[in-house]
């Protein structure tokens, strides 16, 4: 059985209670071998080649020269008010040293519309966007924008071992209205964008369709992509070629809720998945939203109140049992995670605001 319990940071210390005497301070109940760091930012976070740590704000870089005690903050826009960055967003540092963000532009939303009639809503945009930083963060190229249709979320950003970058974004399509999942890559540090197949399974209702995929290559030369949906398990896809088709579109047998997933390579070359389960841990059932053609085609399970981790040894063939780190009364998805060094990982979500460290030693033999 898992012991939680819910930690409240003060100074350097970390100090452990009783979940019931804070629940009215931290809704999050965390695992033991999680602490939660008071003002952590929410991420992604990579570090540069010169070991500074960097996460973007809404329209800010953010630098920390002290491990995300304090931050510098930097405008990444010209001009005011033209762009504001989403909460799904995708951040690398590469190889090379350059930064890309890639981000869907909340100043262009526009007319999100669904009509129920049609199950649609024609004429909504909210383009997605990569812009670069030379400099460590500190001065930004004027951003480069690959498309216009509804960009549902952008989630995830990878390097292969050749140097290409990939990132995942999404396309709305109509008639009737649902998601697909598209990635760009760009083999020149992000002067120039390929854009993929779209990746295109149908669905009906906006929160159908393929959705919200994140990317990490393999270690025999493919990338992998596992997709979120309304089905009750992640699909996945493979690219053989950095990123510029996807094949092998298929259902997997890893059961989960539809949230969003992230998959990243952790230096002891292991993989981690962060995600939501089908079920409450321990339960075989849970409530049903959607169906009809609105909210999706089918009824899907969209259980939200609890995070869990697994590992994989064998880059994604098998995996361990998924551990609860993190219990909620509400929702808690849409993670990012970042290895601020071998063996230590930051755990972060926009929905729920969770924040943690944990040890990679703590959860696997």
């Given at each position: 059985?898992?012991?939680?319990?819910?930690?409240?940071?003060?100074?350097?210390?970390?100090?452990?209670?009783?979940?019931s005497?804070?629940?009215?301070?931290?809704p999050?109940?965390?695992?033991?071998?999680?602490e939660?760091?008071?003002?952590?930012?929410?991420g992604?976070?990579?570090?540069?080649p010169?070991?500074?740590?960097?996460?973007?704000g809404?329209?800010?870089?953010?630098?920390?020269?002290n491990e995300g005690?304090?931050?510098e903050?930097?405008p990444?826009?010209?001009?005011e008010n033209?762009?504001?960055?989403?909460?799904?967003?995708?951040?690398?540092?590469?190889k090379e040293?350059?930064?890309?963000?890639?981000?869907?532009n909340?100043v262009?939303?526009?007319?999100?519309d669904?009509?129920?009639?049609?199950?649609?809503?024609?004429?909504a945009?909210?383009?997605?966007?990569?812009?670069?930083?030379?400099?460590?963060?500190?001065t930004w190229?004027?951003?480069?924008?690959l498309h216009?249709?509804?960009?549902?979320?952008?989630?995830?950003i990878?390097?292969?071992?050749n140097?290409?970058?990939?990132?995942t974004?999404?396309m709305?399509?109509h008639?009737?209205?649902?998601?697909?999942?598209v990635?760009?890559?760009?083999?020149?540090?992000?002067?120039?964008?390929?854009?993929?197949?779209?990746?295109?399974?149908?669905?009906?209702?906006?929160?159908?369709g393929?959705?919200?995929?994140?990317?990490e290559?393999l270690?025999?030369?493919?990338?992998?992509?596992?997709?979120?949906t309304?089905?009750g398990?992640?699909?996945?896809?493979f690219?053989?070629?950095?990123?510029?088709?996807?094949?092998?579109?298929?259902?997997?047998?890893?059961?989960a809720?539809?949230?969003?997933?992230?998959?990243?390579r952790?230096?002891?070359?292991?993989?981690?998945?962060?995600?939501?389960?089908?079920?409450?841990?321990?339960?075989t059932?849970?409530?049903l939203?959607?169906g009809?053609?609105?909210w999706?085609?089918?009824?899907?399970?969209?259980?939200?109140?609890?995070?869990?981790?697994?590992?994989?040894?064998?880059?994604?063939?098998?995996w361990t049992?998924?551990?609860?780190?993190?219990?909620?009364e509400?929702d808690?998805?849409?993670?990012?995670?970042?290895?601020?060094?071998?063996g230590?990982?930051?755990?972060?979500?926009?929905r729920?605001?969770l924040?943690?460290v944990?040890?990679?030693k703590d959860f696997v033999?």
């Amino acid at each position: 059985m898992l012991i939680f319990s819910a930690s409240l940071f003060l100074g350097d210390q970390f100090y452990l209670r009783d979940w019931s005497e804070i629940i009215q301070t931290n809704p999050i109940s965390y695992h033991e071998k999680l602490e939660s760091p008071e003002d952590m930012k929410m991420g992604p976070f990579v570090r540069t080649p010169d070991g500074r740590i960097v996460t973007v704000g809404e329209t800010d870089c953010l630098i920390s020269a002290n491990e995300g005690k304090t931050w510098e903050s930097y405008p990444i826009f010209k001009y005011e008010n033209a762009y504001k960055i989403r909460p799904e967003r995708a951040l690398i540092s590469t190889k090379e040293g350059t930064l890309i963000l890639a981000f869907a532009n909340d100043v262009e939303r526009r007319n999100w519309d669904w009509q129920e009639d049609i199950h649609d809503s024609p004429d909504a945009t909210l383009p997605t966007y990569a812009v670069r930083s030379l400099d460590g963060g500190k001065t930004w190229e004027a951003p480069r924008k690959l498309h216009d249709e509804w960009t549902g979320a952008i989630r995830d950003i990878t390097q292969t071992e050749n140097g290409t970058v990939i990132f995942t974004s999404m396309m709305m399509r109509h008639n009737p209205g649902h998601h697909t999942v598209v990635t760009y890559a760009t083999s020149d540090e992000g002067e120039t964008w390929k854009r993929s197949n779209v990746i295109d399974y149908g669905g009906v209702g906006h929160h159908s369709g393929l959705i919200e995929a994140t990317i990490e290559p393999l270690k025999d030369g493919r990338v992998w992509m596992l997709i979120r949906t309304v089905w009750g398990v992640f699909w996945e896809a493979f690219s053989s070629d950095e990123g510029l088709t996807w094949e092998n579109i298929a259902a997997t047998e890893i059961k989960a809720s539809t949230a969003p997933g992230l998959v990243k390579r952790l230096a002891s070359g292991r993989l981690i998945l962060v995600y939501n389960q089908l079920y409450p841990e321990g339960e075989t059932t849970y409530r049903l939203s959607g169906g009809k053609g609105q909210w999706s085609e089918v009824p899907a399970v969209n259980h939200r109140k609890e995070l869990s981790i697994r590992f994989s040894e064998d880059d994604g063939k098998s995996w361990t049992d998924p551990i609860v780190v993190a219990r909620t009364e509400r929702d808690i998805s849409y993670p990012y995670l970042f290895e601020k060094e071998p063996g230590v990982i930051w755990l972060t979500t926009w929905r729920g605001e969770l924040r943690a460290v944990f040890s990679e030693k703590d959860f696997v033999d």
